[in-house]
């Protein structure tokens, strides 16, 4: 297997941020030819505007380079007041754009393999803002996994910081999600080569 490069988004922009810590888990966990890398300038993506959409600012430039060039999109959400945090739903928005007028330009999104998971200190994780991700993606036309799912509840029990998984449920379903990313991303490539 060729090696298999993914860019893996945090939503959250905590120092502590249990989302980060279960990129650094998937890190630890990927399988052999797996390389993630996790994008660490969200905060620098300025709020969307179509006034200076036509010369994007440098990080936009940069966010859109790095999603066309990974192989697949690994993303991790926390969910604020029932949603996906204001500043992943921006990058995404930037990320995805043109849409209006359609033109010859592609969004680097289209197509692309994502995996999506989350982690929270309640009982309910993220699965309102993992549904809210699904639907933005729908719109791109990305290649979205849709199972396993990955909601990380309580999630002070069962992560460290560090990327260290503490329950063995967790590791299990994180491997699955990377596995079933692979294959993923091997389908989409075979059928772009046909």
Do not use: C
């Amino acid at each position: 297997m060729s090696d298999l490069s993914v860019l893996a988004i945090s939503g959250s922009l905590r120092d502590a941020s249990f989302n980060t810590a279960l990129i650094r888990a998937a890190q630890r966990l990927a399988p052999e030819g797996m390389t993630i890398q996790r994008y660490e300038h969200l905060a620098a993506i300025p709020p969307f505007s179509e006034d200076v959409e036509p010369e994007p600012p440098a990080p936009v430039v940069d966010l859109r380079e790095r999603i066309a060039a990974a192989d697949a999109l690994l993303i991790a959400t926390p969910e604020y007041n029932y949603g996906v945090p204001g500043v992943l739903k921006n990058a995404l928005d930037w990320a995805s754009r043109p849409s209006f007028p359609i033109t010859s330009w592609v969004s680097p999104l289209a197509h692309k393999p994502v995996a999506i998971m989350g982690a929270a200190p309640t009982g309910m994780g993220t699965v309102r803002a993992q549904l809210q991700l699904r639907q933005l993606f729908l719109w791109t036309d990305s290649a979205v996994l849709s199972k396993p799912e990955i909601i990380v509840t309580n999630a002070h029990e069962k992560l460290a910081l560090d990327g260290t998984v503490k329950d063995e449920t967790t590791e299990a379903l994180l491997r699955g999600l990377l596995d079933a990313l692979v294959t993923r991303v091997r389908v989409t490539q075979l059928a772009t080569a046909a």
